[in-house]
Every structure is written in structure tokens, then in C-alpha cells.
């Protein structure tokens, strides 16, 4: 997406300025002076203030649901290892009976 020139701007200026920009990614900004530098500059700290705080507030989003998944993937391990529990003593039950089987057969 092309940048819109600005009206003060010639067409020439315009295309030489956007083949001299270090990437596509770049976007060129009429300034005039020190005082439009000096507004360019505050307007961009107050928008990395405000992303700062949206990434404080995403970090803490995501620390909450890895704490959720982590809560969860203790209680499904627990419930698991309980299950095992369960069947091993029921194959120990059955074992011996299933060995007489085996052996009653040969």
C-alpha cells in the first residue's frame, strides 16, 4: 500500500522520497522544522507509551491462561494416575486367575 502524498508535496519530491524510504514499511512524514519534529516526536512516544501498556496488558492476559492450563493439566495428570491406579489393582485382582487359566490349559 502506497502512502497518500501530501498536498504541499510535489509529484516528483513524492516519488523520490518513497525511492529513497530504507523500507516498504516506512511510511515518509512531511515535517517542517523543528517545531512539526518536535510534535512528530511527542505524538510518537505517547503511541509506544500506549502499546507498551496494551503488551503489559496482553503479557498478563496470557500469564492467566497459562496459569488456567497449567491449574487444568495438573487435575486431568491426577485424575489420569488415579485411573491407572485403579486399573492396576483391578489387573492385579484379575492376574492370578488369569495365570490359572494359562496354566490349567497347557
Known sequence: M???KPALVTERHWQQTLADRPSPSVVPVL???????VSRRSWQDELLA???LKLQELEGRVADVLKKQDLDTAASVRQLLLQQ???TLRLLHVWPQF???IYCAR
Open 2 to 4: 502506497t502512502p497518500l
Open 31 to 37: 515535517a517542517n522544522g523543528f517545531s512539526d519534529l
Open 50 to 52: 500506549a502499546q507498551r
Open 85 to 87: 491406579s485403579r486399573l
Open 99 to 101: 495365570w490359572i487359566y
